[in-house]
């Protein structure tokens, strides 16, 4: 099905170094990602691998939330 969406431009170029490293199409990749969002499991890049120009620090089972990376920050001086 085709439709019309706003994709914010870093979101927009991320799924577009998805679709390139897995040789699909970025709505392959949009669809992808919106249903495991919907079923709420994510599925971890492989290992070694940058997405959009990071690599993802592999799951250890906690979630970091903006108020820790903003107390850090503050701590830094960042």
């Given at each position: 099905?085709?439709?019309t969406i706003d994709i914010e431009d870093d979101v927009l170029a991320a799924t577009k170094e998805l679709a390139r490293l897995q040789n699909v199409s970025a709505g392959h990749?949009?669809?992808?990602?919106?249903?495991?969002?919907?079923v709420g499991r994510q599925q971890?890049?492989?290992s070694g691998r940058s997405v959009a120009g990071f690599?993802?620090?592999p799951a250890r089972g906690t979630?970091?939330?903006n108020e820790q990376v903003n107390?850090?920050?503050d701590q830094e001086g960042v």
């Open positions: 099905m085709r439709t990749i949009v669809s992808k990602l919106i249903r495991e969002a919907l971890a890049p492989p690599r993802p620090f979630l970091v939330t107390v850090l920050r």
